[in-house]
């Protein structure tokens, strides 16, 4: 059965990085596009960015566009989100997710992570 495991959530300052990971099994994760999603709290769940394909290629959303580094090691059957420049407006709880296509749609999601907590705050 396919299932996604996240992990490196935290409490970090104003400017600081952290690095989560998604640890997959069941599936290889270069057989699919693989998302990062956020939901902040009183907000809807919205994209961050995914992963897909040989090359490998990547998307982010605006707003983590250089900030945001999504990367792949399908050796470890990983994906990771490289996460610098933290905001405050960053704190949400982080899922990645399996997509039936290449968009950052949540209708194309086919499995869900558990969720990691990232906490930006002074």
């Known amino acids: 059965q396919a299932q996604l495991v996240e992990s490196g959530g935290g409490l970090v300052q104003p400017g600081g990085s952290l690095r989560l990971s998604c640890a997959a099994s069941g599936f290889s994760v270069d057989d699919y596009t693989i998302g990062w999603f956020r939901q902040a709290p009183g907000k809807e769940r919205e994209g961050v960015g995914y992963?897909?394909?040989?090359?490998?290629?990547?998307y982010y959303a605006d707003s983590m566009k250089g900030r945001f580094t999504i990367s792949r090691d399908n050796t470890k059957n990983t994906v990771y989100v490289q996460m610098n420049s933290l905001k405050p407006e960053d704190t949400g709880v982080y899922y990645c997710?399996?997509?039936?296509?290449?968009?950052?749609?949540?209708?194309?999601?086919?499995?869900w992570g558990q969720g990691t907590q990232v906490t930006v705050s002074s």
């Open positions: 992963i897909w394909g040989r090359f490998p290629n990547r």
């Open positions: 997710a399996r997509l039936r296509a290449p968009r950052l749609t949540m209708t194309l999601v086919d499995r």
